[in-house]
């Protein structure tokens, strides 16, 4: 049995990943600091190896035993990373450095190293320049996040030889039910807003573009560079989408998947600027190199989501740790109080 060692496999997309892990026989460990808590690991807690720890200082024994890497951890979205930009560079790029050389010292071959096809974004209002863009485009991302992700495949590239199989796969905009669930995502964040709001958003018109992929889709994807042989994926950078379409299609699409579940909801339409991103992807070169395709359709995402949604009661839509930079402020301002009162309840020692 090949044991897999997931960097934030306590996250949204950890989470789901782990439970597919085991379901095909890998043994799990876990590397995670434990943000958002261990809810992710409600259903596999008893079945994986946890270890509670940052990425940027991993000790050479979590890599004991283990066959393979999957490295999902770090800060991941565009608010959390301009919030805090070092904390951003330090997880998504110097981390991810540092881990794959540990890997190599420790004879861990294979390495695979969640990216984002952010990396792509070309902002809208480039007419001349939306074109569909696969894994030979040029690439010149902007963003603290975006920036990090591709500084960080830029580094494992260098890094493969015929010892180390580093793969690189870009994920579209993610979503789909998970233990350690988000309403930051915009499809999640379509569903949340109707069932509390009775209405979604459509921000610039919904003019954008983005390609978007189901969490278990992506969870699929990951093992599928797990599975290939390494001649067939060293150093290869793998887009991963299910489609590729504008926010006001995805709106009506969200609309009436939820309509099925017996939710209404309005559309409501506003056309300011809010930095917007807009990109489309290519994902023929997973499909062509390793027979990879997606099956997990928006609406049936939706359905699925709403269903679990009830039968979780993962209804408390205001809740900050559903939101990553809400959380992560929330945090920040706890452990400034903390650092002044010290324990909330524990009495201070007295000074002997």
Not at 78 to 87: G, L
Not at 228 to 240: F, K, S, T
Not at 267 to 277: C, E, M
């Amino acid at each position: 049995m090949r044991k897999i060692l997931l960097v934030g496999g306590a996250g949204y997309v950890g989470a789901v990943l782990a439970e597919e892990l085991l379901e095909r026989g890998y043994a799990v460990k876990i590397l995670d600091r434990l943000y958002y808590g261990d809810i992710g690991l409600r259903d596999v807690r008893d079945r994986v190896e946890l270890t509670v720890g940052d990425m940027r200082v991993v000790q050479p024994e979590v890599l004991e035993d283990v066959d393979a890497v999957v490295n999902i951890g770090g800060l991941s979205n565009d608010p959390t990373a301009e919030y805090n930009p070092r904390a951003n560079y330090e997880m998504n790029t110097l981390a991810t450095q540092k881990l794959a050389q540990m890997c190599k010292q420790r004879g861990v071959r294979r390495y695979v190293f969640a990216s984002s096809c952010s990396i792509y974004d070309r902002g809208v209002g480039n007419d001349d320049r939306d074109v569909i863009q696969d894994e030979e485009s040029v690439v010149e991302p902007k963003a603290a996040y975006s920036g990090s992700k591709r500084e960080a495949e830029k580094i494992l590239l260098q890094m493969a030889d015929a010892d180390f199989c580093p793969v690189i796969l870009r994920k579209g905009t993610i979503y789909g039910f998970s233990p350690r669930m988000r309403y930051d995502l915009v499809v999640n964040t379509f569903v949340k807003d109707a069932l509390s709001r009775g209405y979604v958003n459509l921000h610039y018109g919904g003019e954008m573009w983005r390609p978007l992929v189901d969490v278990r889709d992506a969870a699929r994807a990951y093992i599928a560079c797990l599975h290939a042989d390494e001649d067939a994926v060293r150093g290869q950078i793998l887009n991963v989408a299910y489609h590729n379409m504008r926010i006001s299609e995805l709106a009506l699409r969200v609309r009436e998947a939820l309509r099925q579940e017996g939710v209404q909801c309005d559309i409501r339409v506003d056309y300011g600027y809010k930095g917007v991103r807009s990109y489309r992807v290519s994902t023929h070169k997973i499909d062509r190199m390793l027979l990879f395709r997606t099956k997990i359709s928006v609406e049936d995402s939706v359905q699925d989501m709403v269903e679990k949604i009830r039968r979780y009661h993962y209804d408390d839509f205001d809740n900050p740790r559903y939101y990553n930079i809400r959380w992560m402020r929330l945090l920040e301002e706890a452990n400034k109080v903390i650092s002044i009162t010290g324990s909330v309840f524990d009495a201070p020692q007295e000074e002997q």
